[in-house]
Nanobody
Framework: VQLQASGGGLVQAGGSLRVSCAVS????????IGWFRQAPGKEREFVSF????????YYEDSVKRRFIISRNNAENTVYLQMNSLKRGDTAVYYC?????????????????????WGQGTLVTVSS
């Protein structure tokens, strides 16, 4: 299984950017994708997740109503549309995948619950 994150870059505060995660190697579409981010000197934190069939999504509070996660299973790609970007959104964004069962309902917020990770893409928001 491989994940390839792309689409990061430099954007001004208030602008928009879409990052993508191309997934290969899963034998079915039923895998959950999570987006996490890590700012310099900080721990990796949850941003958003989407279920395999796209039926459920969830966002960390600071990105609600600004970020939108979506997926195109025909293209094996998950997108994170980021709008109204703030300087505090500056970080390396990672996508992660999990195809196994989990024992608690909020597992998707925990990096250690994901088996596969992409290499990350840097998003820098300038003032």
């Amino acid at each position: 299984v491989q994940l390839q994150a792309s689409g990061g870059g430099l954007v001004q505060a208030g602008g928009s950017l879409r990052v993508s995660c191309a997934v290969s190697g899963f034998t079915s579409d039923y895998y959950t994708i999570g987006w996490f981010r890590q700012a310099p000197g900080k721990e990796r934190e949850f941003v958003s997740f989407i279920r395999g069939d796209g039926s459920r999504t969830y966002y960390e509070d600071s990105v609600k109503r600004r970020f939108i996660i979506s997926r195109n299973n025909a293209e094996n790609t998950v997108y994170l549309q980021m709008n109204s970007l703030k300087r505090g959104d500056t970080a390396v964004y990672y996508c992660a995948a999990s195809g196994r069962l989990h024992s608690f309902s909020t597992w998707y917020q925990k990096p250690e619950e994901f088996e596969y990770w992409g290499q990350g893409t840097l998003v820098t928001v300038s003032s």
